[in-house]
């Protein structure tokens, strides 16, 4: 099993940044992509962002794409999602999940955080 635990979350203006973390820990060895979903009230969960295990590949959502950028330090099992230029449509609770494979389907993903919440106001 994996635990994920995130972290950073909180009330920023539009226009202002926020740092989410997201700590990995038991069997670590199993997770190869690491990535962060969101989900805002009735609406679906949503991919985010997602990184490989060398960082060689990150992928994001056209809503977030030069916006956010996601990084890992595979020393401390740690991913962290930098945001930038915050939106009010971006108010969600966010995800941290990690899996085997590098997807934008959070159906592919073993393990999930029990979120952090992101509110930005207008």
């Known amino acids: 099993q994996v635990q994920l635990v995130e972290s950073g979350g909180g009330l920023v203006q539009a226009g202002g940044s926020l740092r989410l973390s997201c700590a990995a820990s038991g069997r670590t060895y199993n997770v190869y992509a690491m990535g962060w979903f969101r989900q805002a009230p009735g609406k679906e969960r949503e991919f985010v962002a997602i990184?490989?295990?060398?960082?060689?590949?990150?992928y994001y959502a056209d809503s977030v794409k030069g916006r956010f950028t996601i990084s890992r330090d595979n020393a401390k099992n740690t991913a962290y999602l930098q945001m930038n230029s915050l939106k009010p449509e971006d108010t969600a609770v966010y995800y941290c999940a990690a899996g085997g494979l590098v997807h934008r389907n959070p159906a592919r993903y073993d393990y999930w955080g029990q979120g952090t919440q992101v509110t930005v106001s207008s």
């Open positions: 990184i490989s295990w060398s960082s060689s590949s990150a």
